[in-house]
């Protein structure tokens, strides 16, 4: 028997059919060879157990019927409308401790990337604010839930005041270059523009001011601190 032969298709009502007429034709004898085993199975009344037959039994059943004087029993006319059966492989019962050990190998893997994850979180009492830069309006040396919301707001306060005082004085400086640039010049765009320039410098000037002082004042905390918690 060729690799061929061993080919499973699925049992189809006319190849049912068929096999029922070579089993009212087959001897009592005949009907108890190996090589007809699934023919006579499937030809058996009522039986809807065998739902496969192999190419070497759709052979010996078109020979049986041709015997017989079948004309329409050809190989390739009883498997129309059949597919080959391909079989499942039936998944393999996993081991209760492999299942357990893996589980404990995934819980400790989510553990170390968690840790992973969280190592450049600052913990309480870290003490490396030194390193950071000092940036205007930003706290440093502490961890965030140190800091109290009535110093936040104190801050902010701040800060919108200088912003506030900066509006003010470029308006107020603008104003009186171009109310004394009456002094210069009678043409009112090169009043403007001087105006303009005086309350762009007045700006620059305020900016600087707060960055340099809020620059160095947090700089002398953070050199106070150390000393203060020794």
């Known amino acids: 028997m060729s690799a061929a032969d061993c080919l499973q ?4 009502p006319h190849i049912r059919d068929a096999c ?7 001897s009592k004898s005949r009907q108890k060879s190996p090589d007809l085993a699934q023919i006579v199975a499937i030809g058996t009344t009522g039986s809807t157990e065998q739902t496969t037959i192999s190419l ?4 010996g059943l078109s020979q049986e019927l041709l015997k017989a004087g079948e004309s329409n029993a ?3 006319q009883l498997l129309r409308g059949s597919k080959i059966h391909i079989e499942q492989p039936q998944p393999t019962p ?5 299942v357990a050990r893996l589980d404990k190998i995934k819980r400790q893997l989510e553990e170390h990337e968690y840790q992973r994850m969280t190592v450049n979180v600052m913990p309480h009492g870290f003490k490396g604010a030194e ?3 000092a940036v205007p309006g930003v706290r440093t040396g502490q961890a965030s839930g140190v800091i109290s919301m009535k110093q936040e707001l104190r801050d902010a306060n701040k800060t919108i005041s200088v912003i506030i005082n900066i509006i003010f004085s470029a308006l107020g400086v ?5 109310y004394a640039s009456y002094t210069l010049t009678s043409e009112l765009g090169w009043r403007v523009l001087m105006a303009l320039g005086a309350a762009l410098i007045t700006i620059l000037a305020e900016t600087w001011l707060f960055v340099f002082s809020a620059s160095r004042g947090q700089k002398q905390r953070l050199q106070l601190k150390p000393r203060a918690t020794s």
């Open 9 to 12: 298709f699925r049992v189809t």
């Open 20 to 26: 029922k007429q070579c089993l009212a034709v087959l």
């Open 56 to 59: 070497a039994s759709v052979k």
């Open 74 to 76: 050809w190989v390739h």
């Open 94 to 98: 996993r081991n209760p401790e492999l």
């Open 131 to 133: 390193l950071l830069p």
């Open 174 to 178: 603008g104003f009186a270059v171009g």
